[in-house]
């Protein structure tokens, strides 16, 4: 069975969005909802230290919600990503779409 737990968290000049556990083909719907509702609304946080997977599938969707955001102005930020989120968005090429912070404070106001 396939775990991922999503809390989200209004911030002052984000939305935090913290997930838990297995990012891929079988959860990234929930991830999809969550992500794409958020960067439309502002600056999005993903605080992705206690994701244990993470497949093409949680990828792909990280992907088109950075293009989202770029389309409305606002931006995704990487929390502190856990050694597998790291391998996967280093093994894309595209690790320099995402800005990785380890503080809220790092988040443009």
Wanted: with cysteine.
């Amino acid at each position: 069975m396939e775990n991922l737990e999503i809390k989200e968290e209004q911030k002052d000049n984000c939305i935090l969005l913290t997930i838990l556990g297995n990012l891929n083909s079988y959860t990234y719907g929930l991830f999809e909802e969550k992500i794409y509702a958020a960067i439309k609304k502002a600056d999005v946080v993903l605080d992705l230290a206690n994701v244990s997977n993470m497949s093409s599938s949680g990828l792909g969707v990280l992907m088109s919600a950075h293009d989202d955001g770029e389309d409305v102005g606002n931006e995704i930020y990487i929390l502190n990503p856990s050694e597998i989120v790291r391998l996967a968005i280093d093994s894309t090429g595209f690790s320099d779409m995402f800005k990785v912070i380890h503080s809220l404070d790092e988040v443009k106001k």
